[in-house]
């Protein structure tokens, strides 16, 4: 059974910073990409930064400079560490694990979520 469990979120005053964790059981971590995504009320989901098994990682704009990404093999924990955040950034955060395993067919899982409220 696969899990993505997240922690971390909460209410954090802006210009403040959030760790976000998720922890995974029931996959072979390492051979997976790992993405946060986030959703805000009225909104769509939409990606917020990956990390692939090799340790390449990408950004979505609207966080490059104040998000960083990370994974540890070790602990089946991917991480997120969101700095200079803005009430903008305010969303449930998503864990998505993604894996190609032949051509067109991806196992894709997804945590429960976890709130980030950035208000004074």
């Known amino acids: 059974q696969v899990q993505l469990v997240e922690s971390g979120g909460g209410l954090v005053q802006p210009g403040g910073s959030l760790r976000v964790s998720c922890a995974a059981s029931g996959i072979t971590f390492s051979r997976y990409t790992m993405n946060w995504y986030r959703q805000a009320p009225g909104n769509q989901r939409e990606l917020v930064a990956g990390i692939t098994s090799g340790g390449g990682t990408n950004y979505a704009d609207f966080v490059k400079g104040r998000f960083t990404i990370s994974r540890d093999n070790a602990k089946n924990t991917v991480y997120m560490q969101m700095n200079s955040l803005k009430p903008e950034d305010t969303a449930v955060y998503y864990c998505?694990?993604?894996?190609?395993?032949?051509?067109?067919?991806?196992?894709?899982?997804w945590g429960q979520g976890t709130q980030v409220t950035v208000s004074s």
């Open positions: 998505n694990a993604q894996r190609t395993i032949v051509a067109n067919t991806t196992l894709d899982y």
